[in-house]
């Protein structure tokens, strides 16, 4: 039980994964918060602690096409997702609709999807916290380059470059999407450019291009590139601790907001 005396029923969605995995972990490691349940494709019925090899936790790795029932046996208050898009896409609306709040870091969310999930939080009146990227260092990116926009206007050209390992999934990042988003909407609206082949003369777009490869856990660079100088703003994550942190402490902020909205990471922090 924490000092407050609230303790957060949190299931993880993903929960063999890369992300899922390491969530569980620091769950287990924080005050305040309880692993209720644990959701992923394979080795359903199995203790999801032998697992991932941190040994045995008596919480079963569950089908998530039985989500809803399992979320109301075990008392879920939230839902941590890091799956992929088609999943989310599904599995948010039906823990909406049980009455649990969502904290989604899946990336690679189409805007009809997205659509689905705003709809079933709001017809459900479910907190959710989501974002492409749960460091603090992300978040701090992000408003560094709104402000850069804000000083740069249109008179600098803007590429930004992903690099990220091998596994995953989603090309361009969802981060390098916020960035790009947050960029444009500074600047009154750009278009995104991915990648360029062939005859492709630069306009007053926005180029994103994403590099894979070995265990790079996740880079953003974003150029700011004038006729005789630039600025390049970089993040570069070391190990993937910085979202699990960040997932964990929004799973516990999300308990306490106002229901019905979507927050964002950056509210989570209070920037
Ligand atoms: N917002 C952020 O800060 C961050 C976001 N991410 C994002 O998180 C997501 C997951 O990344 P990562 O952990 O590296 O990926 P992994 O592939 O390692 O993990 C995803 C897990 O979800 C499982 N899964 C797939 N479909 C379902 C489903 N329908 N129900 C339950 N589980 C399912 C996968 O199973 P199987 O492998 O069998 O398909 C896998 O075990 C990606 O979208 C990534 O971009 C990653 C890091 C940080
Ligand atoms: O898949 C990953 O690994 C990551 N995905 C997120 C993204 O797509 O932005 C965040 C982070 O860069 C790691």
Redesign the pocket.
Known sequence: MSESGIEVRAAV??????????IIQRILATEGITLSAA????FIGEDVGDVIRIGKLDVPVS??KD?VSVLKETKTDVVI????????A??APAAASAGVNLV?????ISPEQRALIDEAIAKYNVGAVI?????IG?NVFFKLLEEAAKYLRDDYDIEIIEA??N????AP???AMTAAEILSEALGGKELVFGREGLCPRGKEIGIHAVRGGDII?DHTAMFIGNSERIELRHQ?HT?E???G??VLAAKWINAQEKGKVYS?TEVLGF
């Open positions: 969605i993903g929960a063999c994964g890369r992300m899922g995995s390491l959701f992923d494709v394979a089908d998530s989500l997702d890091f799956t992929i898009a088609a999943a989310t599904v599995n989604i870091g899946t990336t690679g974002s492409t990227n749960y460091s992300v990220h390992h596994q995953k999934k989603d990042s969802g981060t996740g994550a993937r910085i979202f699990v960040g997932a990471m």
